[in-house]
């Protein structure tokens, strides 16, 4: 059932992937100073168990060289409407030579359901790299490094180093297909939005973003979390949004 749907998700004037920067590129496009982007994201696990989430993430230019992403999230399980809550904050340079990017990211999550109660923090760097083949198709590639903290028993939703591990690598590999109004987008990686996942547990996706408007994009995607191979399913995401784009007069 779900991979009809993710099929079917072209059809419609919807898109997502985690990136919420901004989608459509021209020479001759305004200049964006903000976008705001909601989606949410029906989540289904290997055992069955649904779950839901809401996202805000806004993203604004704080000077030629550096822009500021801001994100909240919250989520609901079976029986637990406050299941658990997110936030991040994120610095994105420029794109330099248009071809490559650095990101900055620090994330929290809190889970209050089921128990026990944790908090975790991720910290990410990473450079992330877009490079046309043709007209309409750009490869996109990005490697970073994730500092990863975890404390059970707590719903403290602040920042924390204290124990962390070892680094790790993190990654995403894709290829856009450029439509009139908007992309096709196939990626797999182990980084999006929010939190990243672990090396043995990467995801594959398939997104697709289309312009309705000056003001709105709709933004969808479906993605396929998998253990080690893509036959040991995790979960299974849905997600739709739009996002609301303020450009300089």
């Not at 029986?79 to 330099?96: C, H, I, N, P, R």
């Not at 990473?126 to 719903?155: C, M, Y």
């Not at 993190?170 to 990243?196: I, M, Q």
């Amino acid at each position: 059932m779900w991979g009809a749907i993710a099929l079917a998700l072209p059809i419609f004037p919807t898109w997502a992937q985690d990136k919420p920067a901004a989608t459509l590129e021209s020479v001759h496009a305004p200049e964006e100073k903000l976008n705001l982007l909601f989606y949410t994201r029906m989540i289904r696990s290997a055992d069955g168990q649904f779950r839901l989430d809401q996202s805000l993430v806004s993203n604004f230019k704080l000077n030629p060289w550096l822009r500021l992403e801001l994100g909240l999230r919250h989520g609901e399980r079976s029986g637990k409407f406050m299941a658990y809550d997110g936030y991040k904050v994120e610095l994105q340079t420029k794109s330099f030579f248009k071809i490559v990017r650095f990101v900055a990211r620090m994330s929290d999550k809190i889970s209050d359901y089921p128990t026990p109660s944790y908090a975790e923090s991720n910290y990410l760097l990473i450079a992330e790299g877009k490079h046309p083949v043709s007209h309409a198709f750009t490869v996109l590639g990005a490697l970073g490094t994730v500092w990863s903290t975890h404390r059970d028993n707590t719903t403290d939703g602040l920042p924390d180093m204290k124990g962390a591990g070892d680094p790790y690598l993190t990654y995403k590999v894709g290829l856009r297909y450029r439509l009139d109004k908007g992309f096709l987008e196939a990626t797999t990686g182990s980084y999006d939005v929010f939190n990243p996942y672990a090396l043995d547990s990467p995801f594959v996706q398939l997104a697709f973003d289309h312009e309705i408007s000056h003001r709105w994009t709709f933004y969808s995607y479906f993605r396929h979390q998998y253990d080690w191979h893509t036959g040991a399913a995790l979960n299974e995401f849905l997600c739709l949004g739009a996002r609301l784009h303020f450009f300089k007069e």
